[in-house]
């Protein structure tokens, strides 16, 4: 089974992220080109994920066309036929850009990830467990790990392209952006995240919590951007085996999220760059999870490219 760790296009390289390569392509596009890297507590590591990239691109787009009613987003295609007929200078690359590669409008990023977490688990239960707060602030006494939040929290990020990004206040994402912007920016979170946990509940997965990113359009629209409700940017559980108060199953790149806190717990990584070698094991674990999640919330197997 082959990998991509990156792609090489003949196209002007805006940047180049933790897990994609983003094109220029034209004056109002962008191609965003999915590889197979994997980032797990903001370190990239050195193995590839077999068809990661195929499972980002394409479960993104496929929500982004059920969420078409609830949000605006940059999305416009990511089939690669339409994508070399808008990009001329891609003839004859479709097979390196193939399930992975996903046309856009161009938008200026918001400098903030807008997290909503549905139930506490992750980086929120060991801060809450530590000291009864989430991002510093005060949450109610006698949560247990992997406990509903009703209502969902939004708790805000910033966004590093290398190194940890870093829970923040919605006081302070506020005196940032200006109180509108933030406000509009909270409210559209907890609309994609409502409706993407109800479709996904259809599916027999909670969708525990998840990291959403908006940029602003030319004409002032405010996009949903990047990737959406992927195993990369959300953590999807069983609803059929929850059980609060311990950790959960899960349909994401947990696998991975446990080798690593092991290591780091014996004492064998810092938890900064280089990470530790991956097991065999815990790449194919971590591949099977990823084409899981998208089998089980479209219906369908991953094709093939």
């Given at each position: ?23 220029e ?40 066309e ?43 990023p918001?400098a ?27 949450m109610?006494d ?34 940032a952006?200006?109180?509108?912007l933030?406000?509009r ?91 530790p ?24 197997e991953?094709?093939?490219?």
């Open positions: 089974m082959s990998v991509v760790l990156s792609s090489r296009l003949p196209l002007p390289l805006l940047r180049r992220g933790k897990v994609r390569e983003v094109y392509a034209g004056a109002t596009e962008l191609l965003l080109v999915a590889s197979d890297r994997v980032s797990a507590f903001d370190v990239v590591m050195r193995e590839p994920i077999p068809r990661k990239g195929a499972v980002l691109t394409q479960l993104s787009a496929w929500w982004f059920q969420l078409r009613g609830d949000v605006a987003s940059h999305f416009l295609t990511a089939s690669t036929g339409e994508i070399v007929a808008r990009l001329p200078a891609l003839a004859g690359l479709e097979s390196e850009i193939a399930g992975r590669a996903m046309l856009v409008r161009r938008t200026e918001v903030f990830e807008c997290v909503v977490r549905g139930y506490l688990a992750g980086s929120a239960w060991a801060e809450y467990r530590n000291s009864g707060t989430l991002a510093g602030e005060r109610p006698g949560l247990v790990e992997s406990a509903r939040l009703d209502p969902p929290l939004f708790s805000p990020a910033t966004k590093a392209e290398t190194g940890h990004d870093l829970n923040v206040t919605f006081e302070a994402m506020r005196t952006l200006g109180a509108p933030a406000a920016l909270r409210d559209a979170s907890f609309a994609v995240y409502e409706a993407g946990r109800e479709i996904a509940a259809a599916k027999g997965i909670i969708i525990a919590d998840t990291k959403f990113e908006f940029g602003i359009a030319p004409d002032g629209a405010l996009l949903l951007i990047d990737e959406v409700l992927t195993p990369d940017s959300s953590r999807f559980w069983p609803a059929d085996r929850y059980v609060p108060g311990r950790p959960q199953p899960s349909f994401d790149k947990q696998p991975l999220r446990d080798y690593l806190a092991g290591e780091r717990a014996a004492g064998r990584w810092s938890g900064e760059a280089p990470p070698p991956l097991p065999p094991e815990v790449v194919a674990a971590t591949s099977a999870r990823y084409l899981d999640a998208y089998r089980r919330l479209t219906g369908t991953l094709e093939e490219r």
